[in-house]
């Protein structure tokens, strides 16, 4: 067994802040950096009926908020919440193995919830989780953040290492597997978007004046 296959790797994906298209490669990163042990998503509901596909496709747990009011970040303190929960186990975890070693009530905590984490990934360009960071850090965990190039220098120095979607993307591309076959850039799924929605706009405006048109034929028959 290789040391990354030994590595614990938790993951946490801010799910209104990024984009579905980009789970293939979380996922993809995430294995290469060792086994995966949790997989956590927040965000508010239709943030995550966006994320439905990679959910599924993934066995990702979901972390539903509510947003009592516009503008409020209530999946980044759920986030935070989860990720400070996953500390506790860890130190817990750790402890029972230091001082409990080889005997059964040390596993017995291990079957029951209190795990050994190594490395965390936070899946998101936002530097609010800059302080959760360091946090983790501090008790000895490596953290990942993995984000698009748009995440400011606090986040990316924050982490341990900081891995951008594109960068990530670009290496990929030399692998026999360069990207999954239905990848669609950001640019090329809001121009499909945008063009989706042009043509519901005319339809809806060539409808309209059909309809006026027939109205206006059937009063003038009508007179």
């Not at 606090?154 to 591309?173: E, G, I, P």
Request: hydrophobic fraction near 40%; glycine fraction near 4%.
């Amino acid at each position: 067994m290789s040391e990354n296959q030994c590595q614990r790797i938790a993951v946490f994906i801010d799910g209104e802040n990024v984009m579905p298209i980009y789970a293939d490669y979380v996922f993809m990163y995430a294995e290469e950096q060792g086994t995966i042990v949790r997989k956590e998503i927040y965000g508010a509901s239709i943030a995550l009926n966006d994320w439905s596909d990679p959910i599924m496709k993934y066995a990702i747990h979901m972390n539903l908020t509510i947003r009592p009011t516009r503008f409020k970040n209530t999946s980044d303190i759920a986030l935070t919440v989860g990720a400070m929960d996953l500390l506790t186990s860890h130190t817990v975890s750790m402890l029972a193995s230091t001082i409990l070693d080889g005997k059964p009530i040390a596993h017995a905590m291990q079957a029951i919830g209190f795990e050994r984490i190594d490395s965390v990934i936070i899946v998101s360009s936002d530097s609010d989780f800059s302080v959760l960071s360091l946090r983790l850090r501090n008790a000895g965990i490596n953290v990942i953040g993995m984000g698009e190039e748009k995440s400011n220098a606090m986040w990316k120095a924050a982490c341990s290492s900081f891995v951008t979607f594109r960068d990530y993307c670009q290496r990929r591309r030399t692998c026999s597997n360069p990207r999954p076959q239905d990848w669609q850039s950001p640019n090329q799924r809001n121009t499909k978007n945008q063009v989706a929605i042009a043509i519901i706009r005319s339809r809806r405006f060539l409808s309209g004046k059909k309809k006026a048109l027939s109205e206006s034929r059937l009063l003038t028959w009508s007179e």
